[in-house]
């Protein structure tokens, strides 16, 4: 059961960025699914890794055009990213730590963090972006 889907109103006009959004969305909702059903540590912890792995590689892809660019709110947005990695690096220490699998909180974390990250942050740069006609 899918606790995050992506729709036409997420998207940042950039396909790339789309297609990494839906992604993430996807590694998050496998992350539930494997909550829902007790999937073993392993199996959770790879997929857990996977999701850092690729947000990362996604922040860095959306970096690289903010410098090419020069996309003007460039340090607030970073920031962003910075505190997310900082904060998913902690939850995932935590579940590599305990005996505790995924919790519930860390998907609504997890879900509500990408949500607005997408539709308040991200949402601010489409119309920067179209402007150099990125899509």
């Known amino acids: 059961m899918a606790i995050m889907s992506w729709n036409s109103s997420m998207s940042v006009g950039v396909a790339a960025f789309d297609n990494h959004h839906k992604r993430i969305i996807d590694l998050i909702n496998m992350l539930h ?3 829902l059903n007790g999937s073993g540590k392993e199996i959770m912890g790879g997929i857990f890794t996977e999701l850092i792995s690729y947000t990362q590689y996604h922040f860095g892809a959306e970096e690289e055009l903010f410098r090419k ?7 607030a947005h970073v920031q962003e990213h910075t505190a997310l990695c900082l904060k998913v690096a ?3 220490k935590e579940f590599e730590n305990d005996d505790v ?3 519930v909180e860390t998907m609504v974390f997890l879900k509500e963090w990408l949500f607005h990250h997408i539709m308040e942050i991200d949402k601010k740069y489409v119309s920067f972006f179209d402007s150099y006609n990125v899509k």
């Open 33 to 35: 699914d494997g909550m």
């Open 69 to 75: 660019y020069l996309y003007p709110d460039v340090l």
């Open 101 to 103: 699998f995924i919790s």
């Open 90 to 92: 902690e939850l995932k």
